[in-house]
């Protein structure tokens, strides 16, 4: 059973920097697809970055520039980090892992970008 784990959140003023992670416990593939989602108050969950084992990195346009998605395989660790802040990036982040046609997700982690 896989577990992912999510910290890193919390309060920064727009402009400032962020950087997320995501552990993974139990046994990895090498189909897995990592990505980070965020929900903001009455939106829908939306996708913000992903990247594979190979490292093939996907991102939403509103992140492009802005946001890295990295993984280190030797922790099973996915990042997420975040940089340029704005008002409009506030929401609960979660990391999901699609693994063999299963799909988990982490707890969500609270980011709050004051303007």
């Known amino acids: 059973q896989v577990q992912l784990v999510e910290s890193g959140g919390g309060l920064v003023q727009a402009g400032g920097s962020l950087r997320l992670s995501c552990v993974a416990s139990g046994i990895m593939y090498s189909s897995d697809v990592t990505g980070w989602y965020r929900q903001a108050p009455g939106k829908q969950r939306e996708l913000v970055a992903d990247?594979?084992?190979?490292?093939?990195?996907n991102y939403a346009d509103s992140v492009k520039g802005r946001f890295t998605i990295s993984r280190d395989m030797t922790k099973n660790t996915v990042y997420l980090q975040m940089n340029s802040l704005k008002a409009e990036d506030t929401a609960v982040y979660y990391c999901?892992?699609?693994?063999?046609?299963?799909?988990?997700w982490g707890q969500g982690t609270q980011v709050t970008v004051s303007s």
């Open positions: 999901k892992l699609d693994q063999l046609r299963r799909v988990y």
């Open positions: 990247i594979t084992v190979s490292g093939r990195t």
